[in-house]
């Protein structure tokens, strides 16, 4: 229990810099996880995330953001992007790519969790101003899929270059 503890207070300053450095990005909208209840993703558990947008004049990057343990089964997963919003209705599928040939992971690792930040949609310009939503949905065979630890949207502002 002792060395728990001091675990917890040896690594309690670089969590609070990685959360502070995270609230510090002026280009992030909307960066949000939401955690699948026992690790099995079913079709009916979408992960909804609405975003408002205020300057449509700009351009945006959207990633899906997905850790998976290492005892996911699967070395890809499909996911379907629902969108709706203002001038905005439709639904992509996508395959996010989690390991590569040789079975090793491409995410980033930590501990038996890997986490994916993947962009779907880069220097996408939204219709209009307005509150648009997004919903992920798996869309693969099993059903749940196991070893999904959670699942996200990311929406920034594309870096502008000049």
Known sequence: MKAA???FFAALPVLAMLF??????????????????????????????TVKIDDPALVYNIYINLRVTGEYKYSNIFVLLHKSGPKLKGTT?????????DGEWLGQGSGNLYSYQVPVMT????????????????????????????????????????
């Not at 995270?22 to 996880?33: A, L, R, W």
Request: charged content about 25%; proline content about 5%; hydrophobic content about 30%.
């Open 93 to 101: 599928r996508f395959e996010i790519k989690l390991a590569d040939l």
């Open 123 to 162: 220097n996408f310009k939204f219709p209009e101003k307005g509150t648009y939503t997004f919903v992920i949905e798996q869309n693969m065979r099993d059903n749940p899929l196991h070893e999904v630890n959670d699942v996200g949207l990311r929406v920034e502002k594309a870096k502008q270059s000049y």
């Open 20 to 49: 502070l450095n995270g609230c510090n990005d002026p280009n992030m909208i909307v960066d949000q996880n939401t955690p699948i209840e026992n690790h099995n993703w079913s079709y009916a558990n979408t992960i909804k995330n």
């Open 5 to 7: 503890r001091n675990l």
